[in-house]
């Protein structure tokens, strides 16, 4: 999983905790109600990701404050799929509805969102976390781990960054 972070949530303790999530909301999890950590299959995919929450805030794009991308393992148990078609089919829904809304609007008018009410259902029902289509990037993948969840035996850790030797550039 790659993530894009800021340099407030920089320390490995805190990249894996989904404090900004829970303390903002994101697309499958509503202010205050648990921890969501945000990150796609694709470094690309990520970094898109963050440029679209950029300019919805209205931020300056390139960024002015430096961003990191962490690249973490991620090894789940119990993982609901919404880019499989049979999980789609099984759950009444199609990818077309999961796009469609604008949760940050809801979110604003004090609401929950179909997707974190989605999001809040399978934190419920003991999900480690779901996949979904990135909204960003066509064929791009999500990744939504809700640490609160973690299962024995699964495995969520940051790579740990080397340094390079000269003769390896």
């Known amino acids: 999983m790659y993530r894009v972070t800021t340099l407030k949530y920089r320390d490995p303790a805190e990249i894996l905790l989904g404090e900004g999530s829970y303390l903002n909301g994101g697309r499958w999890n509503a202010i205050g109600s648990f921890r969501a950590v945000y990150g796609s299959t694709d470094d690309v995919v990520a970094l898109a990701e963050s440029k679209a929450n950029a300019l919805y ?99 969520v850790r940051l790579w740990q960054p080397r340094q390079l030797a000269p003769d390896e550039s």
């Open 57 to 155: 805030a209205n931020l300056p794009y390139p960024f002015r404050d430096p961003r990191l991308v962490v690249a973490a393992e991620v090894s789940l148990s119990r993982v609901i799929d919404l880019t499989a078609p049979e999980t789609l089919k099984a759950l009444a829904l199609t990818e077309e509805e999961l796009a469609r809304e604008d949760w940050r609007k809801v979110q604003e008018q004090g609401a929950e969102s179909f997707t974190q009410a989605l999001g809040r259902a399978a934190f419920i029902a003991k999900a480690e976390g779901l996949l979904a289509r990135s909204a960003r990037v066509k064929g791009g993948i999500n990744i939504v781990y809700f640490p609160q969840n973690k299962a024995r035996g699964s495995d």
